[in-house]
Nanobody, 129 residues
């Protein structure tokens, strides 16, 4: 099992920045990739960004490309999401997720929530206009 705990959410004005963190514990050696998803009220959960745990390769949704940066620190089992130039439409609960290596997933599937085995409890991000 892998446990994930997010932190860093809050209220920020449009154009501002926030940095989310996700600390992983437990069987972290099994992690293949980490991702961030978000869910706004009345909407489905959507992919934001993902990072390969070993190579550090990153992947982004078009809506956040150029504004958000995902990074990981393997030594601390932590993944970060730096969010700049925030917009009101970025308001959502942000979830951290971990994909356990099974040999059946990879970069092409990391945008799909179903590919992830472990989820954090979520952290609220609110961007005011």
């Amino acid at each position: 099992q892998v446990q994930l705990v997010e932190s860093g959410g809050g209220l920020v004005q449009a154009g501002g920045s926030l940095r989310l963190s996700c600390a992983a514990s437990g069987r972290t050696f099994s992690i293949y990739a980490m991702g961030w998803f978000r869910q706004a009220p009345g909407k489905e959960r959507e992919f934001v960004a993902a990072v390969s745990w070993n190579s550090g390769s990153t992947y982004y949704a078009d809506s956040v490309k150029g504004r958000f940066t995902i990074s990981r620190d393997n030594t601390k089992n932590t993944v970060h999401l730096q969010m700049n130039s925030l917009k009101p439409e970025d308001t959502a609960i942000y979830y951290c997720a971990a994909d356990k290596y099974t040999g059946t997933s990879g970069p092409s599937s990391w945008k799909d929530a179903i590919s992830y085995d472990y989820w954090g409890q979520g952290t609220q991000v609110t961007v005011s206009s």
